[in-house]
């Protein structure tokens, strides 16, 4: 079976920092787009990071660009996500995600899911 578990959330004040954790399990990670979505009260699941399983494909929503960092470790079978500068805006549940298409954006088009983690930043 597939799981795919995120770790590393929590509560930071603004300006803060926070590295999240997926590790995949139960299928052929390095096959895999990798991606974070983040989802907070009354809004849709968005897309904010996305890795490509070669490693040379990357993407980032304008919201977080310059202050998160997607990375991969395929050995591992684990991908993160750096967030610095944290704002009250990027509070919401983190989920990570695998799919087989070449960085897909769409949160209908990924095979499989963690549970999520939340992250609250306080000002």
């Known amino acids: 079976q597939v799981q795919l578990v995120e770790s590393g959330g929590g509560l930071v004040q603004a300006g803060g920092s926070l590295r999240l954790s997926c590790a995949a399990s139960?299928?052929?990670?390095?096959?895999?787009?990798m991606a974070w979505f983040r989802q907070a009260p009354g809004r849709e699941r968005e897309c904010v990071a996305a890795?490509?399983?070669?490693?040379?494909?990357?993407y980032y929503s304008d919201s977080v660009k310059g202050r998160f960092t997607i990375s991969r470790d395929n050995a591992v079978n684990t991908v993160f996500l750096q967030m610095n500068s944290l704002k009250p805006e990027d509070t919401a549940v983190y989920y990570c995600?695998?799919?087989?298409?070449?960085?897909?954006?769409?949160?209908?088009?990924?095979?499989?899911w963690g549970q999520g983690t939340q992250v609250t930043v306080s000002s």
């Open positions: 995600a695998a799919d087989l298409r070449l960085m897909s954006r769409r949160p209908d088009e990924y095979d499989f």
């Open positions: 139960g299928l052929t990670f390095s096959s895999y787009t």
């Open positions: 890795i490509s399983r070669s490693l040379s494909r990357l």
